[in-house]
Nanobody, 122 residues
């Protein structure tokens, strides 16, 4: 099993920044993908960003159009940690942010964290 623990959420003003972290423990995979998703009140959970690790270095990254240019996903494989740097935050970024992970050879995410609240005030 893989355990994921998010941290770094909080309250920030419009235009501010936050950095979320996702620490993984338990079973590890040499090739995997990690993603950030978010869910705002009354809305469906949506994809935010994804990063893949090919065993030696980062394979690829992907972002939702709504966060492209403002958010950056990165990874420290030695520390089993994935970060999401969020800049130029907007009120519509307010949501619970979830970290997820999967082996690279499957398309769904079986491992999820508990989530961390991000609130952007206007």
């Amino acid at each position: 099993q893989v355990q994921l623990l998010e941290s770094g959420g909080g309250l920030v003003q419009t235009g501010g920044s936050l950095r979320l972290s996702c620490a993984a423990s338990g079973r590890t995979f040499s090739n995997y993908a990690a993603g950030w998703f978010r869910q705002a009140p009354g809305k469906e959970r949506e994809f935010v960003a994804r990063i893949s690790w090919n065993g030696l270095n980062v394979g690829s990254t992907a972002y939702a159009d709504s966060v492209k240019g403002r958010f950056t996903i990165s990874i420290d494989n030695a520390k089993n940690t994935v970060w999401l740097q969020m800049n130029s935050l907007k009120p519509e970024d307010t949501a619970v942010y979830y970290c997820a992970a999967r082996p690279i050879y499957i398309s769904t995410y079986p491992y999820w964290g508990q989530g961390t609240q991000v609130t952007v005030s206007s």
